[in-house]
């Protein structure tokens, strides 16, 4: 039986171990979920990359509607993005720390949001 382990998703190295429920690497100390990395075939291989999920666990994709689930201070502006908030038209996109919807607020103008604070409208 082998008990192969995928190597790193951050370096690459194949010397990965368990520690616990997570998988650890020495070389950079990046430690994952191994659900996460592992294929339907049992291969490495990122499963779940480019999946983007609201704070609730649906799939997100180009064009739906979210709301906001919390309130959101903008810097520059006097008031914040009030809980409820219908962003309509999202585009998924790999921004800047952690923000990945790019989306226009009304009464706010165009800015990133990050997944965790919305909820997809079903």
Not at 9 to 18: D, I, L, R, T, V
Not at 69 to 78: A, E, M
Request: contains cysteine; negative net charge; hydrophobic residues 35%.
């Amino acid at each position: 039986m082998t008990d192969t382990l995928p190597p790193c998703p951050k370096c690459s190295s194949e010397y990965s171990y368990e520690m616990g429920a997570l998988l650890a690497c020495p070389e950079c100390a990046h430690e994952w979920n191994p659900e996460d990395t592992w294929d339907d075939e049992g291969g490495a291989g990122a499963a779940n990359e480019g999946v983007i999920k609201d704070a609730v666990g649906n799939v997100l994709a180009d064009g739906d509607t979210v709301t906001v689930i919390k309130d959101l201070k903008v810097k520059g502006f006097p008031t914040s993005i009030k809980v409820g908030t219908k962003v309509r038209n999202i585009r998924l996109v790999d921004g800047v720390a952690d923000h990945d919807i790019d989306c226009k607020v009304e009464g706010f103008g165009q800015m990133q949001l990050k997944s965790s604070v919305v909820k997809k409208v079903l």
